[in-house]
């Protein structure tokens, strides 16, 4: 994964890249839901309680922030929080 933060006038992003399989477009509203885990639960390999995103967003939004998920160019997915600078 790449971490990047940059100013964008008088907003700051937090991007934490990487360049996996991504989160089709369907789903990038739902990860951000408690307890929402994507795929089958019987075949899910990635342990966790599906809390991580839905924290990082509340803790975003207490802070006049968002958080978002986008598409990476050229495959994976950029987990951004913007907040004031």
Do not use: N
């Not at 019987?42 to 967003?57: H, M, S």
């Amino acid at each position: 994964i790449e971490v990047v933060v940059s100013e964008r006038g008088e907003r700051v992003h937090l991007d934490v890249i990487d360049h996996g399989p991504g989160v089709p477009e369907k789903e990038r509203e739902r990860i951000f839901t408690d307890f929402y885990r994507p795929g089958e639960e019987l075949t899910r390999e990635a342990p966790g309680a599906g809390l991580g995103l839905a924290l990082v967003r509340r803790l975003a939004r207490s802070m006049g922030g968002t958080a978002e998920v986008l598409e990476t160019p050229g495959g994976g997915a950029t987990f951004r929080v913007t907040l004031r600078a």
